[in-house]
């Protein structure tokens, strides 16, 4: 009964380990992706600049826009040429005729919001075009939101699994040492001497059932770093570095495994110390 | 030292087992309880070292009253209460020494003071030389004397003993009477319930009779009073 105790801390640990690992992991990537979202909006041609500054306006008059910036169409050339490198130079024939447009570059506060924004933009007046993250991007934000939620839900149910069935076997001691905690109580010991063994004993299955989930964590997680790191090639993605995050990581798994052997004796021992 | 003041016991399941009791015990005084089976007398005992609580009325120990004491406090009265059972309640597991040494760690004595009150007691109920047995290498008497032991060695104002002879033969309950006897005339109050009428009839002290959950008689040298 200990043995499953432990076993089901371990269990938990080493999954909240796993999903902790990809959803920190996940999250890095979509703060990296969320701190480069802009929206580009293109001015029409034929705009004039009563039209553009009404525009500015109307863009900024959106609640979610936290930074409006102008650019003109020699800046967007000069960008574009430096972003091409060698082949850039070709472009720069350009200098003389721009074919580019004028454009504002807008922020919103939550990039989430993106993609209202830049809706609303379209709809406006001598927008030409709007440019903004593609899809991919967007489904990134809205899968890393619902793997946070399904994620937690998950966690929740195996922390109370876990603690359930530490509470359990704490309630077998308990009951093998009924007679001694009614005398204990019959000549005047307080709830909390009782109690403190108990405690322990909770404490020590969280902790011990933690160990293994570390090791896993800090071996796997090295190996994980050390062969992976080097070969990504996506923007955006890369791990969180070995130190501190494996070791913080581990802090984590260990202080969710005392919760879990605390949490579990403390239920099972307060209805029994009743009267 | 305690006064219950129109106290009733209504158990969950409906039975009243207390129906208006009015009683003053006084520190030093020595008092037998009895009645027939069910009258009511484990229930009186249980309300002096809050095991029960009453539902109606108050029961008042030293000033604090006991139907109203806060949860937390309960382990300071019954430091002041020692209480015998019938059943002895011994640790099988502990030696005689350990089991009643088990009274004072728990409310955290500290080593040297337990050993020497532990043997100071040990001295009282004549089983020193027994420390180091099991309970159930000793004899039932020896096993209740432990029990009285484990009771007083905190020094307690009051010994409460639910019919502590019930499981002896005659020569062993007069063992342990005498004990409490001995207790009782070095200043603590003794409460005893008893089915003893020999022990009553001969040992005169203080008599309250419960029937039915009342006291119908409270007399000072009193008799047993019933059949035995
Ligand atoms: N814990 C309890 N729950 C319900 N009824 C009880 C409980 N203890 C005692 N009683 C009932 O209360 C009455 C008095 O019991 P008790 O005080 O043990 O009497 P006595 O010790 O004189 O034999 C009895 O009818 C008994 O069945
Ligand atoms: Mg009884």
Known sequence: ?????????????????????????????????????????????????????????????IPQVSMLQFSSKEEELKQLIESMGEEGEAFELFEQDNPLNDAFIVKTEDPIDTFKVAEQIMKFDNVGEVVYAEDVIRKLFEFNQYARYVG??????????????????????????SKEIGIMKLVGATNSF??????????LMGILGSILPIALILGGY????ENLQDRIQFPFVELLPYHPFAFQLSFLLLAIGAFIGVWGSVMSVRKFLKV | MIEMKGVHKKYPN?????????????????VYVVGPSGAGKSTFIKLMYREEKPSKGSVVMNGVDLATLKERKVPYLRRNVGVVFQDFKLLPKLTVYENI??????????????????????????????????????????????????????????????????????????????ILEEINSRG?????????????????????????????????????????
């Open chain 2, 101 to 178: 040494a088990f009274a004072l760690e728990v409310i955290e004595e500290s080593p040297k003071k337990i050993r020497r009150k532990v043997m100071e007691v040990l001295d009282l109920v004549k089983l020193k030389n027994k420390a180091r047995f099991l309970p159930n290498e000793l004899s039932g008497g020896e096993q209740q004397r432990i029990s009285i032991a484990r009771a007083i060695v905190n020094r307690p104002g009051l010994v409460i003993a639910d019919e502590p002879t019930g499981n002896l033969d005659p020569d062993t309950s007069w063992d342990i009477v005498r």
């Open chain 1, 1 to 61: 009964m200990t043995l499953a105790s432990v076993g089901a801390v371990t269990t938990t640990l080493i999954l909240v380990g796993l999903f902790l690992v990809l959803m920190l992991n996940l999250n890095q990537v979509a703060e990296n992706v969320e701190e480069d979202v802009e929206i580009k909006v293109l001015i029409d041609l034929t705009a004039k600049e009563t039209d553009i500054n009404k525009l500015e306006n109307e863009i900024r008059n």
């Open chain 2, 14 to 30: 409906g039975v009243t087992a207390l129906n208006g009791i009015n009683v003053s015990i006084h520190k030093g005084e020595f």
């Open chain 2, 188 to 228: 603590t109050t003794v409460v005893m319930a008893t089915h003893s009428k020999e022990i009553v009839n001969t040992l005169k002290k203080r008599v309250i009779a419960i029937e039915s959950g009342r006291i119908v008689r409270d007399e000072l040298r009193g008799e047993y009073g019933y059949e035995s």
């Open chain 1, 222 to 225: 090295y190996y994980l770093y």
């Open chain 1, 152 to 177: 937690l839900g998950f966690i929740i149910a195996l922390v109370l699994t876990a603690a359930f069935l530490v509470s359990n076997t704490i309630k077998i001691t308990i009951m093998a040492r």
């Open chain 1, 194 to 203: 009782i109690r403190w063994p108990f405690f322990i004993e909770g404490l």
